[in-house]
């Protein structure tokens, strides 16, 4: 007696590329979607304490941008990856031109986060900065 194959020629080789080509769709498209949350741009707030005058700032990431007594220098920028809760997180680099002391290079050096500026605060007595957009 002879045993009968439940699999018809063919059909595996048909289910097993569609399932590759599936795959490699998602795969690509989950690095494309990765790509998005990096920005070129990086949007800030500037405020002087002294005259109150807000002014906003579109750097390009890698740039350095000269404004009044600071420069100011955005490395890095990207966007959260949850739509209910957005967060913009940027790594910024801000030089005070004034201080002349070679110890204190930076007046301040780290990531910025536009929901908690508190984390990593920004402290000068003249400016204050907010992170407000990537793009």
Same mark, same amino acid.
């Given at each position: 007696?002879?045993?009968?194959?439940?699999?018809?020629?063919?059909?595996?080789?048909?289910n097993?590329?569609? +399932?590759?080509?599936?795959?490699?769709? +998602?795969?690509?498209?989950?690095?494309?979607? /990765? $790509? $998005?949350?990096?920005? !070129?741009?990086? %949007?800030?707030?500037?405020?002087?304490?002294? %005259?109150?005058?807000?002014?906003?700032?579109?750097?390009?990431?890698?740039?350095?941008?000269?404004?009044? $007594?600071?420069? !100011?220098?955005? *490395?890095?920028?990207?966007?959260?990856?949850?739509?209910?809760?957005?967060?913009? *997180? /940027?790594?910024i680099?801000?030089e005070?031109?004034?201080?002349?002391n070679? $110890?204190?290079?930076?007046?301040?050096?780290?990531w *910025?986060?536009?929901?908690?500026?508190?984390? /990593?605060?920004?402290?000068h007595?003249?400016?204050?900065?907010?992170?407000?957009?990537?793009?």
């Open positions: 007696m002879r045993l009968k194959k439940n699999i018809k020629p063919g059909k595996t080789k048909v097993f590329i569609a +399932l590759v080509l599936i795959f490699n769709i +998602l795969f690509f498209q989950n690095l494309n979607f /990765a $790509d $998005d949350l990096e920005g !070129i741009f990086t %949007s800030i707030k500037v405020l002087d304490k002294i %005259s109150s005058k807000n002014t906003l700032i579109k750097l390009k990431n890698g740039e350095e941008f000269k404004h009044k $007594d600071l420069l !100011i220098k955005s *490395m890095k920028c990207k966007n959260s990856e949850f739509d209910d809760n957005p967060e913009i *997180m /940027a790594y680099q801000v005070d031109l004034i201080n002349k070679k $110890d204190d290079v930076f007046v301040f050096n780290g *910025m986060f536009s929901s908690s500026p508190s984390i /990593a605060p920004f402290d007595p003249v400016y204050d900065i907010w992170l407000v957009g990537c793009y």
